[in-house]
């Protein structure tokens, strides 16, 4: 039984935003994890945070035996390269949640990009996108207040027309795999991560339209959390029976 779980950060966030799942995980409803892990993945441009992270992963499941891999939105797509690169021998399990692939319908205009790039867009008007009223105020406002700025190259890779990693991850994948998606994602259209789901060869589940769960909601909002932490849970313990 796999025991290291290793947790992906997305973009403008880092580890810290995994501290709602982290104690759960360590517990018997999460699978008595005896090693979590949610780096501060190195975010450069997009060659160095894949990179960087394949070397972090590496280490830990050749000196722990194997690990599982769970990431959030960019840090999802990354965790599937990763995985695609080092087998089910060392990633015994992925789980890839609100995770985008393919191409975007539209490309966002010069000035959209400026803005997002100098932080010159209100922050309701962002938070409206990541939460829904299911995260309290005071809970998106501590998280956005721990927002990171990342680099022009980084920022570019996450706009760019096509998903950076829709040329790589072209086979399923050998180790059993979750995607984790909701209708209601503003950020990561759903037909997105359907689509991640069905490149890699994953299972999906998905949060209905009606039950308005939001980007970041799974993460942040406390009743949405305690689901997502059991779906996760549920297909950890069941894969490792």
Known sequence: ????????HGFGVRGRFWNGFT??????????????VAP??????????????????????ERNGGVCLVGHSLGGAVAAVVASRLGDDLVRRLVCISSPFGTNRSRLTGV??????????PEFAIRSRFYSKQTPKEIQKRMFSEVVAETPALLDAVLAETQFHTT???????????????????VVPVAQSKALAGAIGAELSIFTASERVAHDDMIAAPAVRIRAQQILGDFLRRRQA
């Open 1 to 8: 039984m796999d025991k290291t779980l290793i947790f992906l």
């Open 23 to 36: 104690d759960y995980f360590a517990t018997p409803a999460g699978g008595s994890f005896t090693r979590i």
């Open 40 to 61: 501060d993945l190195q975010t450069t441009d997009i060659n160095t945070l894949v990179e960087t992270t394949t070397e972090l992963v590496q280490s830990e499941a």
């Open 112 to 121: 959209i990009r400026l803005l997002i790039r100098h932080h010159l867009i």
């Open 168 to 186: 790589v991850l072209t086979h399923r994948l050998s180790q059993p795999s979750l995607v984790m998606a909701s209708e209601a994602d503003k």
